[in-house]
């Protein structure tokens, strides 16, 4: 005997009004999905000290000091010389997209201005603590996503559209905020090196001495 279904369901089942239900609701969950593992991805390189693992231990063992040196060399000017300014306009961009979604009141140079700070924020708090610089990282995206979820009406297109349109009016203040990026990565670098170096130096000058002590002990 068939069971009469309408008590519980009065409107009906139909195949078409599930898809049409669900269809969005597959939608938003690709979006979601792809939306994460892509910050995913962007936080953690962004906030990584050494972000061009290049391997170079099989030119370590060579007899050639100078080879060895050479590629070293190669191998920094590949990186930040022409990689990192690359990413560095790629971040630039991404945060600057993030910003102008979350701020649609704000002028263009302050989401500029926002973007270089934060950016600038997490690569200065990487030399500090990479776990650090993470959680700044992810910070504006899936606060992007959050507001999303709750009020998906806050994101008007057309008034963040509105923003970047506006870009093209200020490309200097764009050409010295990537310069500024990639010279504050020169400095911070440089730093670490002599962090590093003189750290280096005071374990071998303590090292000496201490055998000193102990040859005359």
Known sequence: MPVDLNPLFPNGLSVNDAFDL???A???LLGMVFYA???FKFYRFVAARDMFEMDLSKFEKSRFHVIRVFLHLVMYVIKYIVLFPLFAIFW???LTLILAFL???QAFPQVLLAALATVSAIRVTTYYNEELSRDLAKILPFAVLGIFIINASFFEVSSSLNVLEQANGYRENI???VGFLIGLEFVLRLLMGLVVG???LARTYLGTRGGRGMARA
Do not use: D, G, M, R
């Open 175 to 177: 050409l010295y905020y």
């Open 92 to 94: 630039f961009t991404v």
């Open 198 to 200: 003189f750290s280096a």
């Open 22 to 24: 669900l269809w969005p």
């Open 26 to 28: 597959a939608l938003y």
């Open 103 to 105: 701020s649609k009141e």
């Open 37 to 39: 593992v892509f910050i």
